[in-house]
């Protein structure tokens, strides 16, 4: 079975993500609150205000995995399906790490169709967040490198939590890999092309300080207030008529996502090319030991 039919068939049956009504969300949701679950993936919907939180739970470090990234499109499909839902909130079902970017298991010693169908995933999902008609918020509950920031990066707005081990970045240099021209485009978008060219050469991963000064998140609250922080800028996003909201936003996006459609393939040939070659694959993999050695 394809991997998107595998992914679709794992939602729960009865989850609203599946056409049925969910059951009352068992943790604060206010009345009515629904919740429904994949198996990397929670949602916690209030049709009441027009929010759902889509919480990562992808152990041990919520990696951006072939399968995370699939259940994650399938889930926000749904969503934006869903005419009670207008506004997603993005964060991590444990606090500690938000996403630790995307799985380097994907992109080492495997083959090149696997690269390519990985790299496709990745661009899908990008597609999906970056040109979402919903408001979109990350609650940054957890370190954020690489993917993890590109994740956030394609929201409206973040809110990191203050704890200096919360640092967040486009760090691909630091491991001898470069970001992505439409990473690059989707960093520059928010800070600006000198700040982002600095953060790329050097890999830089900011601390929540640095992060707010730069503009990389919009704000920094303390741990066990971002996700109601997250909720209360929401509404104030929805306060917009979403019509408006949605017009400004992809006028304001669409050049960089035009940029993507339209050299979709070659991106994915250039990654291809670029992963498989032997020098990478080594760097890789002496990246991924020194993080495994740490544990053994
Ligand atoms: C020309 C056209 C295009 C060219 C394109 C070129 C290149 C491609 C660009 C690709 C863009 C890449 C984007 C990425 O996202 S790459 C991933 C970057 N991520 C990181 O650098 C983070 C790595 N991880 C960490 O720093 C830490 O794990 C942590 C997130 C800070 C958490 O620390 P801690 O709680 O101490 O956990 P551990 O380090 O002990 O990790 C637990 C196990 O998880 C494994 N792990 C960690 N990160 C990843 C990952 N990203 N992918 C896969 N696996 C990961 C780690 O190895 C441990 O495994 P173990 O249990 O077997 O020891």
């Not at 601390?207 to 509404?235: F, H, I, N, R, Y």
């Not at 393939?265 to 030991?289: C, G, H, P, T």
């Amino acid at each position: 079975m394809a991997l998107v039919a595998r992914v679709r068939a794992l939602l729960l049956p009865g989850s609203r993500l599946r056409g049925a009504t969910l059951g009352r969300a068992a943790n604060g949701g206010g009345a009515g609150a629904r919740r429904a679950l994949s198996h990397r993936v929670l949602v916690e919907a209030d049709p009441a205000a027009g929010v759902a939180v889509v919480k990562f739970r992808n152990p041990p470090v919520n990696s951006l995995s072939l399968e995370m990234l699939t259940e994650l499109g399938i889930c926000l499909e749904k969503l934006e399906n869903d005419k009670t839902v207008r506004g997603i909130v993005l964060t991590a079902d444990r606090p500690g790490i938000f996403s630790a970017g995307l799985d380097l298991t994907e992109m080492c010693g495997r083959n090149p169709a696997h690269y390519a169908e990985f790299w496709k995933a990745v661009q899908e999902l990008w597609l999906r967040l970056y040109q979402s008609n919903m408001a979109l918020g990350a609650a940054i509950n957890g370190t954020c490198p690489a993917g993890g920031c590109l994740l956030s990066l394609t929201c409206d707005y973040r809110i990191l939590a203050d704890n200096p081990k919360y640092t967040i970045g486009l760090n691909e240099t630091q491991l001898g890999i470069f970001a992505p021209f439409w990473f690059k485009d989707t960093m520059v978008n928010t800070i600006g092309h000198r700040a982002t060219e600095r953060a790329l050469q050097l890999g830089l991963l900011f601390t929540p300080a640095e992060a707010l000064q730069v503009g990389l998140v919009d704000q920094v609250v303390p741990e066990d207030q971002v996700q109601s922080t997250a909720l209360s800028v929401m509404s104030q996003w929805l306060a917009i008529p979403d019509h408006a909201r949605q017009l400004t936003k992809t006028m304001m996006r669409k050049a960089t996502v035009d940029q993507l459609l339209k050299h979709r393939e070659a991106d994915i040939q250039n990654f291809v090319s670029f992963i498989s070659r032997d020098s990478i694959q080594k760097v890789l993999q002496v990246y991924l030991q020194k993080l495994r050695k740490k544990n053994h």
